[in-house]
């Protein structure tokens, strides 16, 4: 059965349950739907997107807060066979300008307060039909918008194969690309994560984490969905603020990225917050540092369960329920989901313990990138397997240990940043002659962003001065936190740039 036949199940089965609740929200605060309630509101969404023109295989882009219109727009083009395409609400004009036009968005849902960002774009994206702003501080912005429109009764069979979700994912080449996943890929996810998570309709699940990429909207809402569980919402994370909602509404699963578990620990009254009563601590998106799965446990009686995944694959290895935690390990395969470690060069399986590219096969893995046919191609390996480009090691017993990214990918703070995204940006300065992009060590965000910056003979610059140019352009976590300015960068003989080399220069 897939996903939203499921979640269409348990609207019928219990629809005074409640499934979504919003207790901090600046949007929608004290507001609690039941399954009932979502069915009916996702149907009449249905009807308006119809009215509006989407058929199967359109592309319909949310640029919205994290508030409840995003959570029934989303389903409801699912429902209707189009693709969803969340967005970040904090991408500038210049990325979201390239994301509208690449995937061909035939409608655009925006938050009101972005008008005068998103208006001047609209002239220079022909095959979009409408921009819809929404007031999503308004509840009454939403239900005007449905209004005189009666639940959608329109069929909607789910085929396996077709792009119900896209997810932009940075590429190395500085162009982002667009992850076709299919309703065949988030049901068979959702089928390993709940087999392997144990997710129970009885569960109730504390969520922290943006709903525009794929651990926030996939593995955490989707996950509680198809159990039938309810879902707590904070729309922004607060460290005290969820320790209190933890221990005071008694919640079970809670998922979060590093950057996140480290603020909890370091809460003020941390030690002395009661979370007995909880079964599924998760942490994932970047990798747990030692320290970090040591402190938590120590701090809260919970042993962190680390996970791995990415946007084209959603989860692919996970550490037990029900068994070792393995501190440093993303632990072994998920059901279902099969990993290799293959010689980078070679591309042949290597011994365990054997460093190597670590390579993927499954039902949850994408159909390949938008309209980019070479590059999906190329991220395949033959014979169904998908290049990771992350580097790792297989113990005997399973347990996967990742040991570097290729590509010199930077994640902070859970959020990935391909390098050539902000050398692009960096470059456009009048005063830069060359530059470089790498991740430094840090112990709240995992790694920060860092340039490393040549000027033009004569020019004059300050750190201030590029990381305000940055910012202009790019979303925040993709922005520089420091820049280092240096006489030349560190080539090899055919002229690449040294990373490794400004990593251990810059990185102290």
Same mark, same amino acid.
């Given at each position: 059965?897939?996903?939203?036949?499921?979640?269409?199940?348990?609207?019928?089965?219990?629809?005074?349950?409640v499934a979504v609740e919003f207790i901090d929200d600046q949007f929608a605060a004290g507001t609690v739907v039941t399954y009932g309630a979502l069915e009916q509101t996702v149907r009449r969404t249905m009807a308006m997107l119809v009215?509006?023109?989407?058929?199967?295989?359109?592309?319909?882009a949310l640029q919205l807060p994290k508030c409840l219109p995003f959570v029934y727009l989303h389903l409801a083009v699912m429902r209707l066979g189009a693709i969803s395409l969340p967005l970040n609400p904090g991408y500038p004009a210049r990325e979201l300008a390239y994301f509208l036009a690449d995937a061909e968005a035939m409608l655009f849902f925006a938050d009101a307060t972005t008008q005068a960002t998103v208006t001047p774009l609209l002239a220079d994206l022909p095959r979009? !039909?409408?921009?819809? #702003?929404?007031?999503? $501080?308004? @509840?009454?912005?939403? *239900?005007?918008?449905?209004?005189?429109?009666?639940?959608?009764?329109r069929p909607a069979p789910q085929e396996p194969d077709a792009t119900c979700l896209m997810i932009y994912t940075s590429?190395?080449?500085?162009?982002?690309?667009?992850?076709?996943?299919?309703?065949?890929?988030?049901?068979?996810?959702?089928?390993?994560?709940?087999?392997?998570?144990?997710?129970?309709?009885?569960?109730?699940?504390?969520?922290?984490?943006?709903?525009?990429?794929?651990?926030?909207?996939?593995?955490?809402?989707?996950?509680?969905?198809?159990?039938?569980?309810?879902?707590?919402?904070?729309?922004?994370?607060?460290?005290?603020? !969820?320790?209190?909602? #933890?221990?005071?509404? $008694?919640? @079970?699963?809670?998922? *979060?990225?590093?950057?996140?578990?480290?603020?909890?620990?370091?809460?003020?009254?941390?030690?002395?917050?009661d979370l007995s009563h909880m079964r599924l601590l998760t942490s994932g998106s970047d990798r747990l540092p030692d320290d970090l799965f040591?402190?938590?446990?120590?701090?809260?009686?919970?042993?962190?369960?680390?996970?791995?995944?990415?946007?084209?694959?959603?989860?692919l290895t996970s550490n037990p329920l029900h068994g070792e935690r393995r501190v440093g390990?993303?632990?072994?395969?998920?059901?279902?989901?099969?990993?290799?470690?293959?010689?980078?060069e070679s591309g042949t399986p290597v011994a365990d313990d054997v460093v190597g590219e670590v390579q993927v096969r499954g039902a949850n893995v994408c159909k390949g990138y938008w309209r980019q046919p070479d590059k999906s191609a190329a991220a395949f390996a033959g014979d169904g397997w998908f290049r990771?480009?992350?580097?790792?090691?297989?113990?005997?017993?399973?347990y996967l240990t990742l040991k570097g990214r290729s590509k010199d990918l930077i994640i902070s703070g859970g959020f990935n940043v391909y390098p050539p995204e902000v050398e692009l940006v960096i470059a456009d300065h009048p005063a830069v002659f060359a530059n470089a992009?790498?991740?430094?060590?840090?112990?709240?965000?995992g790694e920060r962003v860092t340039a490393i910056v040549v000027l033009h003979a004569g020019a004059v610059a300050t750190e201030p001065e590029i990381i305000a140019h940055c910012r202009a352009q790019l979303v925040h976590y993709k922005t520089p936190r420091r820049v280092v300015f240096v006489k030349e960068l560190p080539r090899n003989a055919m002229g690449k740039v040294q990373k490794a080399q400004l990593r251990q220069e810059s990185c102290a």
């Amino acid at each position: 059965m897939m996903f939203l036949d499921r979640l269409r199940e348990h609207c019928d089965q219990q629809p005074e349950k409640v499934a979504v609740e919003f207790i901090d929200d600046q949007f929608a605060a004290g507001t609690v739907v039941t399954y009932g309630a979502l069915e009916q509101t996702v149907r009449r969404t249905m009807a308006m997107l119809v009215a509006k023109g989407v058929q199967r295989g359109d592309r319909v882009a949310l640029q919205l807060p994290k508030c409840l219109p995003f959570v029934y727009l989303h389903l409801a083009v699912m429902r209707l066979g189009a693709i969803s395409l969340p967005l970040n609400p904090g991408y500038p004009a210049r990325e979201l300008a390239y994301f509208l036009a690449d995937a061909e968005a035939m409608l655009f849902f925006a938050d009101a307060t972005t008008q005068a960002t998103v208006t001047p774009l609209l002239a220079d994206l022909p095959r979009l !039909t409408a921009c819809i #702003l929404l007031d999503c $501080r308004d @509840t009454r912005s939403f *239900a005007a918008l449905l209004e005189g429109y009666a639940a959608s009764n329109r069929p909607a069979p789910q085929e396996p194969d077709a792009t119900c979700l896209m997810i932009y994912t940075s590429g190395t080449t500085g162009r982002p690309k667009g992850a076709e996943l299919t309703h065949g890929n988030l049901t068979a996810n959702l089928d390993s994560l709940q087999e392997a998570w144990g997710w129970q309709a009885d569960d109730l699940l504390l969520h922290v984490l943006p709903i525009f990429h794929v651990h926030g909207l996939v593995v955490a809402l989707h996950g509680a969905f198809h159990a039938g569980a309810t879902t707590i919402m904070h729309s922004k994370f607060d460290p005290v603020q !969820t320790l209190a909602t #933890l221990a005071g509404r $008694r919640c @079970t699963v809670f998922m *979060a990225v590093p950057t996140i578990h480290r603020r909890l620990v370091d809460a003020p009254n941390a030690r002395n917050v009661d979370l007995s009563h909880m079964r599924l601590l998760t942490s994932g998106s970047d990798r747990l540092p030692d320290d970090l799965f040591v402190q938590f446990g120590v701090t809260f009686g919970h042993t962190l369960l680390e996970r791995y995944g990415m946007s084209e694959t959603i989860m692919l290895t996970s550490n037990p329920l029900h068994g070792e935690r393995r501190v440093g390990s993303v632990g072994a395969p998920l059901p279902g989901v099969e990993v290799r470690i293959v010689d980078p060069e070679s591309g042949t399986p290597v011994a365990d313990d054997v460093v190597g590219e670590v390579q993927v096969r499954g039902a949850n893995v994408c159909k390949g990138y938008w309209r980019q046919p070479d590059k999906s191609a190329a991220a395949f390996a033959g014979d169904g397997w998908f290049r990771t480009g992350d580097l790792g090691q297989r113990g005997a017993d399973g347990y996967l240990t990742l040991k570097g990214r290729s590509k010199d990918l930077i994640i902070s703070g859970g959020f990935n940043v391909y390098p050539p995204e902000v050398e692009l940006v960096i470059a456009d300065h009048p005063a830069v002659f060359a530059n470089a992009v790498i991740g430094c060590p840090d112990n709240e965000w995992g790694e920060r962003v860092t340039a490393i910056v040549v000027l033009h003979a004569g020019a004059v610059a300050t750190e201030p001065e590029i990381i305000a140019h940055c910012r202009a352009q790019l979303v925040h976590y993709k922005t520089p936190r420091r820049v280092v300015f240096v006489k030349e960068l560190p080539r090899n003989a055919m002229g690449k740039v040294q990373k490794a080399q400004l990593r251990q220069e810059s990185c102290a």
